[in-house]
């Protein structure tokens, strides 16, 4: 995956290029950087790129891949950011994006990593579910969503929740699943793993 830039797509609002944006609401930094403002656009990625490269990391993604996932993140936010109709939800919005665009990512790749919670370290104490949502097609491409289907229950259950707009935390996934919270890392990995030899996704080619 090419790493995609916002500056030949949003270019910056001349009157709001020097100002200090670090103490703007996220309503009015969201509104400017959806007007081409660059300079809202650098404090939303000041204030939450270390989140989003968290959250890809942490569905098994290498730092380039992750840094990708960032950036494509960040280009759902410009095509569809006008849908977020509280920018208080930004940050979950933001997670949710990255853990699903992630997911997709590391379904198509042949090395994983583990990691811990990809929320817990960045957790606000208060997240509050994702009900602004971009639109795609389906909640799945439609080879995924058959090797989906060919995988035990319970690794169905947790790669959907994993990719569900509420962001669930570990502690959450385990009990909705009744799982012990250590093995969620671990089945992850095992159910991409999966996904990887099912015959729709073999023969995808790793960039």
């Known amino acids: 995956m090419s790493t995609i830039s916002l500056r030949t797509t949003a270019r910056p609002a001349e009157a709001h290029r020097h100002h200090n944006d670090s103490g703007h609401s996220l309503e009015v930094l969201l509104g400017r950087a959806l007007t081409s ?8 990625e000041r204030r939450f790129g270390p989140l989003l490269l968290h959250t890809a990391r942490g569905v098994g993604l290498s730092h380039s891949d992750a840094a990708d996932v960032a950036q494509l993140t960040w280009l759902r936010l410009w095509q569809h950011g006008r849908q977020v109709r509280d920018p208080e939800c930004l940050p979950a919005w933001l997670a949710a994006t990255a853990r699903r665009e992630g997911l997709r990512v590391a379904i198509s790749r042949k090395r994983y990593l583990l990691y811990a919670d990809p929320t817990a370290e960045h957790s606000d104490g208060h997240r509050a ?3 602004d949502v971009y639109p795609v097609d ?7 969503e058959r090797a989906l289907s060919r995988l035990p229950s319970r690794y169905q259950n947790l790669i959907r929740l994993l990719m569900s707009d509420s962001c669930p935390s570990y502690t959450e996934i385990a009990e909705t699943l009744n799982l012990p919270i250590g093995s969620i890392g671990p089945m992850r990995m ?6 990887r030899r099912t015959p729709e996704l073999a023969t995808i080619t790793p960039h």
């Open 37 to 44: 403002d660059w300079s809202a656009w650098k404090e939303l």
């Open 129 to 131: 579910a994702v009900v």
């Open 138 to 144: 389906g909640e799945y491409e439609p080879s995924t």
């Open 190 to 195: 095992r159910a991409l793993q999966m996904l």
